[in-house]
């Protein structure tokens, strides 16, 4: 059984940065990707960043394109998510998950494979 740890979140001025941390134990044999989403208040789940396990290539959603960046450390067992040039619309609950993907948006598990988030709140 898989589980994640999310951290790094915090509250910080828009323009600022914030580098989310998932730590993740166990296995899933046949998920090909970690993908960062988040949920803000009364808004639907976007998935905002994917990184393929295998060869390491990235996915980003519109609005996370230029300004964050997902990477991993194998030796680890850590996916990051930089978030730079931040604003008050990316405050939200962030979270990780695997998945599987064709190289584009991370599909995650079911809410078995989550874990509990950490909030991300931007002022203006």
């Known amino acids: 059984q898989v589980q994640l740890v999310e951290s790094g979140g915090g509250s910080v001025q828009a323009g600022g940065s914030l580098r989310l941390s998932c730590a993740v134990s166990g296995y899933t044999s046949t998920s090909n990707c970690m993908g960062w989403f988040r949920q803000a208040a009364g808004k639907e789940r976007e998935g905002v960043a994917a990184i393929y396990t295998g060869g390491g290539s990235t996915y980003y959603a519109d609005s996370a394109k230029g300004r964050f960046t997902i990477s991993q450390d194998a030796a680890k067992n850590t996916v990051y998510l930089q978030m730079n040039s931040l604003k008050p619309e990316d405050t939200a609950m962030y979270y990780c998950?695997?998945?599987?993907?064709?190289?584009?948006?991370?599909?995650?598990?079911?809410?078995?494979?989550w874990g509990a988030g950490t909030r991300v709140t931007i002022s203006s």
């Open positions: 998950a695997p998945g599987e993907g064709t190289g584009g948006y991370c599909y995650p598990y079911g809410m078995d494979y």
